[in-house]
């Protein structure tokens, strides 16, 4: 009961939060409310007992992004572009989609309607641990090796356009 009333309290959070991000004229305030919804996201994660999702979620979501979101903002922003505009033209549009989108998503809940979990939430990070380190060895090392190349490639053309304009411009 309680580990329910948890849940919908996290997840009213979360929807609202946001809300908030999309409806909020200030800036400052949408960042904020952001990183409210991904700790609200967390705390879902947490009480599901996903502890890699809940850490992960934390540390890259939480304080990485919606920090880094609310330093661009507060850094970048003048007092005039901090209050936005919040609704445009296409507006009906937008509500159009919305609405098809929040109807295939009510068909997929429904599908899933009857599937319930049987046991308590049992903390897998020691699972996944194991399962990275012995099967997906092979597959974990090679994204790496993606990863890598990508951030040299990143070095390597940010590099040459530097060097290109600094020769044409004396």
């Known amino acids: 009961m309680i580990e329910?009333?948890?849940?919908?309290?996290?997840?009213?959070?979360?929807?609202?939060?946001?809300?908030?991000?999309?409806?909020?004229?200030?800036?400052?305030?949408?960042?904020?409310m952001l990183g409210l919804a991904l700790a609200a996201v967390a705390g879902v994660f947490?009480?599901?007992?996903?502890?890699?999702?809940?850490?992960?979620?934390?540390?890259?979501?939480?304080?990485?992004?919606?920090?880094?979101?609310?330093?661009?903002?507060?850094?970048?922003?003048?007092?005039?572009?901090?209050?936005?505009?919040?609704?445009?033209?296409?507006?009906?549009?937008?509500?159009?989609?919305?609405?098809?989108?929040?109807?295939?998503?009510?068909?997929?809940?429904?599908?899933?309607?009857?599937?319930?979990a049987h046991s308590a939430p049992v903390p897998g990070t020691r699972l996944l641990g194991r399962l990275l380190m012995s099967d997906y060895a092979l597959p974990f090392e090679l994204i790496s090796l993606i990863l890598m190349a990508s951030l040299l490639g990143a070095v390597y053309f940010s590099r040459s356009e530097r060097s290109q304009s600094s020769s044409t411009n004396p």
């Open 4 to 32: 329910q009333l948890v849940f919908y309290s996290l997840a009213a959070v979360a929807v609202l939060s946001a809300l908030g991000v999309v409806t909020m004229k200030n800036s400052v305030h949408s960042a904020l």
């Open 46 to 116: 947490a009480l599901l007992g996903a502890d890699f999702l809940f850490a992960g979620q934390v540390l890259i979501y939480v304080s990485g992004i919606a920090v880094l979101i609310m330093f661009v903002v507060m850094l970048l922003g003048r007092t005039y572009d901090l209050h936005l505009r919040q609704v445009n033209n296409q507006w009906l549009a937008g509500l159009l989609i919305c609405g098809i989108t929040f109807s295939g998503l009510w068909r997929v809940i429904g599908l899933f309607s009857e599937s319930r």
